[in-house]
């Protein structure tokens, strides 16, 4: 019985996500398609909703369906749990990352040339942080905790630790600046959609992204590792 169930087909039955988060993508790709098709110009902010809607498709949780034993006819199927961790992430953001890609083709189609917006190396940062951040959050948690705490975070930066500046604002000094650019894409890197990343820029990107890195890292190390007991059994 061995590898008798591929992760791939599995999740393709017992879906990571509701229905509802796969019909919203659709019908922003078809409002944005078409507004973008009309105005190519406004393509960053139609990528906007697409990056909500991703924060929350990644925030797909494990250890609760998996404790509650959904996930019990995969897990002992024989297939090694990093690759299941693997094409769980994978599944979860298939639905925001083939919405951005029909987008981004509507917008090379629209503009005819190589100015894209959604495929400017800030929107790939972009998409590659609420990809992967929010999936490695949630992998403890139930679905969409990260996407929830993710925006409070947001708020309380905005609110709190800012006075009420609002991303994209100037600091004070280089150094304050630097160190809020960093945080704010870290929270909000709307701020970097439509934008080719210059050597500063990457440097600001770097820490969120290799923090979504390090969590990606040890969100598929607890999976691989952990036994996950069922709820009845505790």
Do not use: K
């Not at 894209?116 to 998409?127: D, R, V």
């Not at 704010?184 to 959609?193: D, G, H, S, T």
């Amino acid at each position: 019985m061995a590898h008798s169930v591929s992760p791939l087909r599995f999740f393709r039955v017992v879906p990571t996500q509701p229905a509802l988060i796969v019909w919203t993508f659709l019908v922003v790709v078809a409002i944005g398609g078409i507004a973008i098709a009309r105005v190519p110009s406004r393509s960053g902010d139609l990528m906007r909703p697409v990056l909500l809607l991703q924060l929350f498709a990644a925030s797909s949780g494990f250890e609760v369906p998996a404790r509650r034993g959904h996930y019990d006819l995969l897990l002992t199927s024989g297939h090694r749990r990093i690759w299941v961790a693997l094409v769980h992430w994978a599944i979860s953001i298939a639905p925001g990352v083939l919405a951005w890609l029909v987008l981004a083709v509507v917008e090379v189609t629209a503009r005819g040339d190589a100015d894209t917006h959604l495929l400017a190396s800030g929107t790939c940062a972009a998409m590659g942080l609420v990809s992967t951040m929010p999936w490695a959050i949630t992998v403890r948690l139930p679905r969409f905790s990260g996407g929830i705490g993710w925006l409070l975070v947001l708020t309380l930066s905005t609110s709190v630790l800012s006075s009420g500046r609002m991303p994209g604002s100037s600091g004070a000094n280089e150094v304050g600046e630097s160190i809020w650019s960093a945080w704010e894409f870290l929270v909000y890197p709307v701020v970097f959609v439509g934008r080719e990343l210059s050597i500063g820029d990457g440097l600001i990107a770097a820490p969120a992204l290799v923090l979504a890195l390090a969590a990606m890292v040890a969100a598929c190390r607890w999976v691989s590792r952990t036994s996950v007991p069922l709820e009845a059994a505790q």
